[in-house]
C-alpha cells in the first residue's frame, strides 16, 4: 500500500501535434514554448537536404541520403512525409517512439496536412489547431512579410481558408492571439490529457490491485 | 470580417464539478481555487436547515422552507438533492444555467453520489475526480481529524474504496498531492475544455459565414 499515483516514470508520455495555417505563427509559439517548458521535447524532422553550417545530426535534423530516406518510408519508419523543393522532409516515428517510452512528451509542429498524415498512423496523439484571431489578421502578417505578390496574398489566403476547414478533424484549436496565452492553453491541455480519467484508471488499477490483495 | 475568436460573451460558460472521497480534501482545493481564480462562480447550494448567524441567503446557501425544497424537487429544479441529518440540501440547477448562459464557469464541489446524479441531468458538465495521493494517506487525513473510532475509520475507508471505483464515470481525475498542484491542473482542465475543437468550430462556423457572404 504504498504506491504513489502522482506522475509516474512508467506512464507513457504524450505526443502534441501543432499544426494551423501557414502565417498563423506556430513557429513563433513553439519557440515560445521551448522555453517556458524546457522539460518539452521536440520533435527533428529528417532531412535529405545538406546541413548547412552549424547544423547539428539529430539536433537541427537528422540528416540522411535519398536512399536511407526512401528506405525509411518503406519500412513505415516515417510518421509523415513530403518533397519540398528538390528534398524531402519527414517526421521519423522512432525517435517519437522512443521519447513516449522514456515518459516524456513530445510536441511536433507540422503544416496542416502533414498532421493529417500523422494522425493516421498515431491517432492516439492530442491535435492541436492554432488559429488566428481573426482572417484579416491572418492576411496582415502574410503581407507583413513583405515578400509576396498580391496574387500570391490572395492564393494564400484561399489555401490557408480550406486549411482552417480542415480543424475539424483535430481534438483543440486555440486562438493565436497572444503568444503567451497561446502557449498557456497548450501547457492546459498537455496537463488536462494527463488527468483524463482513462489515464489516471489504468495507473489506479495497479494501485487498487495492490490494495485488494 | 471583424469578429474575433478569442473567448466571446456569447460563450456558454462550463459545468466543473468537483468531486472525491470525503478525507480527500475537496473544500480544501475549492477554498484555494476561490483566491486563484476569482472569475470562476461557485455553485450556491439549496437547504432546509435554518441560517447561522452571519449567513446570508444566496451567498451561503439558498435558505428554503421544506414546502418550497420540495416543491423544486417535484418542478425538476434540482439537479441532486439529499437529506442529511432531517436537513434537506441540493443543487438548484437554475443558479447553475443562469451562470452558464451569462458565459461564466461555475464549480460545483459535491460528494461522488451527489456527482452521479448531476451527471445524469447535466451531462455536458466536466466531471473532475479528485485522488488521494495514496490510499495511506488518505486513512491518515481521516485519522488526522482525530474524532473517528477505529471500526468508524475502517468504515469511512471501505467507502472510500467503493467510491474511488466511481471514478470510471467521470472525466478527469486529478491528485491531491498539493493542493497548488491540484488546482493548476483543474485551471488546465478548465483551460483544455474551453479549447475543445467543437466548441470553436461553433464559433468559427460564424466566422467563417460572415467570410465566405
Redesign the interface.
Known amino acids: 500500500?504504498?504506491?504513489?499515483?502522482?506522475y509516474t516514470p512508467a506512464e507513457k508520455g504524450i505526443l502534441i501535434v501543432l499544426s494551423g495555417p501557414s502565417g498563423v505563427g506556430k513557429g513563433t509559439v513553439c519557440k515560445a514554448l521551448r522555453s517556458k517548458a524546457p522539460e518539452l521535447v521536440y520533435s527533428v524532422s529528417a532531412t535529405t537536404r545538406p546541413p548547412r553550417e552549424g547544423e547539428v545530426d539529430g539536433v537541427n535534423y537528422f540528416f540522411k541520403s535519398r536512399e536511407q530516406f526512401l528506405q525509411l518510408v518503406d519500412q513505415d519508419q516515417m510518421l509523415e512525409w513530403a518533397e519540398y523543393v528538390g528534398n524531402f522532409y519527414g517526421t521519423p516515428r522512432k525517435f517519437v517512439e522512443e521519447t513516449l517510452q522514456s515518459g516524456k512528451d513530445i510536441i511536433l509542429e507540422i503544416e496542416v496536412q502533414g498532421a493529417l498524415k500523422v494522425k493516421q498512423k498515431f491517432p492516439e496523439g492530442v491535435f492541436?489547431?492554432l488559429?488566428p484571431?481573426?482572417?484579416?489578421e491572418l492576411e496582415s502578417r502574410i503581407v507583413g512579410r513583405g515578400t509576396e505578390s498580391e496574387e500570391s496574398i490572395r492564393n494564400r489566403m484561399s489555401v490557408a481558408?480550406e486549411e482552417?476547414?480542415l480543424?475539424?478533424h483535430?481534438?483543440?484549436?486555440?486562438?493565436n492571439?497572444q503568444v503567451d496565452l497561446a502557449c498557456?492553453?497548450i501547457?492546459?491541455?498537455?496537463?488536462?490529457?494527463h488527468?483524463?480519467?482513462d489515464r489516471?484508471?489504468s495507473k489506479?488499477k495497479h494501485?487498487?490491485a495492490e490494495?485488494n490483495h
Do not use: H, Q
Open positions: 500500500m504504498t504506491s504513489n499515483i502522482g492541436i489547431f488559429l484571431p481573426s482572417l484579416p481558408l482552417i476547414r480543424m475539424e483535430y481534438d483543440y484549436a486555440i486562438v492571439d498557456e492553453r501547457l492546459g491541455i498537455l496537463t488536462a490529457e488527468c483524463r480519467k489516471m484508471v489506479i494501485w487498487m490494495v
